[in-house]
């Protein structure tokens, strides 16, 4: 299984970016996409975490009603809108092979990308 995290930049506050997680060699069925960040000198956060089947979905609080995931074939979109400077971190996409569990239980990571929102 591999994940490869692209759609990093700069950005300003309240500007948008998209993320893509492209997957492969994963069996979509009774798997999750999740993406995280982590902050310089912070704990890995999650993000938001979609489930494979029937693409129900999670969020944390800090970042519900400014992102969105969503998927289409093999690839896991994160669209980020009302970028804030605290949500400047490097973002990683991670599987696991149930229904969104908590970090760390994902199997699989991918390299991460950084998103840095600017003031």
């Known amino acids: 299984v591999q994940l490869q995290a692209s759609g990093g930049g700069l950005v300003q506050a309240g500007g948008s970016l998209r993320l893509s997680c492209a997957v492969s060699?994963?069996?979509?069925?009774?798997?999750?996409i999740a993406w995280f960040r982590q902050a310089p000198g912070k704990e890995r956060e999650g993000v938001a975490c979609?489930?494979?089947?029937?693409?129900d979905t999670v969020y944390s609080d800090s970042v519900k009603g400014r992102f969105t995931i969503s998927s289409d074939k093999n690839t896991v979109y994160l669209q980020m809108n009302s970028l804030k400077p605290e949500d400047t971190a490097v973002y990683y996409c991670?599987?696991?092979?149930?229904?969104?569990?908590?970090?760390?239980?994902?199997?699989?990571w991918g390299p991460g990308t950084q998103v840095t929102v600017s003031s």
């Open positions: 991670a599987a696991a092979l149930e229904y969104c569990p908590a970090y760390p239980t994902y199997e699989y």
């Open positions: 060699g994963l069996t979509f069925g009774n798997s999750a």
């Open positions: 979609i489930v494979s089947d029937n693409d």
